[in-house]
């Protein structure tokens, strides 16, 4: 079965530089959620997106924005970046926002140098 | 507002011995709670899921776990360990508005020989 993809897997950046995860949600999904998840700590909500629509948001920085396009991929954009941004940042994807039948995908590893 | 407490931060079980992990959450409703296990760098994978019914579930890989509204409560537990069973643990609750995922800080399993 198809499963969340995310991309790229492994990203190296230096700090004020910019980043752009991808998520493509598995087939007929239509929301997406994106998590936090910095070293030894849990998964922390940033923010979702139905229908290319914001749905809901958590504690996403200023600097971080995040949009959903039509065929229900999504993109997170980091800007000005430091070095807590480094982390493991997971998309998860479901049905119409039914957050708890969400599916993860296998995280993007951010590294801030 | 809507919380996971884990909490033992480090269990550590012998091989072939009995665990369980404890979880509690606070929650007006009935909750949507959930298992995850992760690996070191690697996704989450969802061990198991409550909704409603049963209050005992059966998970992925011998796990079960048994919500209990009175203590609000959702241990996870194994009756035999294996090596492989070392990882983080994760448990969680849908938040109210059901649009997210709140994760507990998380309980490291080790299993020793």
């Known amino acids: 079965a198809a499963g969340v993809i995310q991309s790229p897997r492994h990203l190296i950046k230096e700090k004020r530089e910019t980043a752009t995860l991808k998520c493509y949600p598995i087939?007929?999904?239509?929301?997406v959620y994106w998590y936090q998840q910095g070293p030894g700590q849990d998964p922390q909500f940033l923010i979702s997106?139905?229908?290319?629509?914001?749905?809901d948001k958590g504690s996403i920085p200023d600097r971080f924005s995040a949009q959903q396009f039509s065929d229900y991929h999504s993109e997170l954009n980091m800007s000005s970046l430091e070095l807590g941004d480094s982390a493991l940042y997971f998309c998860?994807?479901?049905?119409?926002?039914?957050?708890?039948?969400?599916?993860f995908g296998p995280g993007t590893r951010l590294t801030v140098t | 507002a809507q919380s996971v407490t884990q909490p033992d931060i480090h269990i550590t079980v012998s091989e072939g011995a009995s665990l369980e992990l404890r979880c509690n959450y606070s929650?007006?409703?009935?909750?949507?709670l959930f298992w995850y296990v992760q690996s070191p760098g690697q996704g989450l994978q969802l061990l198991l899921k409550?909704?409603?019914?049963?209050?005992l579930v059966q998970g992925i890989k011998g796990f079960e776990a048994e919500f209990k509204r009175s203590q609000s409560s959702f241990n996870l537990r194994k009756p035999s360990v294996h090596w492989s069973d070392a990882a983080e643990y994760f448990c969680?609750?849908?938040?109210?508005?059901?649009?997210?995922?709140?994760f507990g800080k998380g309980t490291t399993l080790s299993v020793s020989s």
């Open positions: 969680a609750v849908c938040n109210q508005a059901g649009t997210a995922l709140i």
């Open positions: 998860a994807s479901s049905f119409q926002r039914l957050s708890y039948e969400q599916y």
């Open positions: 929650y007006g409703a009935t909750p949507y």
């Open positions: 087939p007929r999904h239509d929301t």
């Open positions: 409550y909704f409603s019914g049963d209050t």
């Open positions: 997106f139905y229908e290319k629509m914001q749905s």
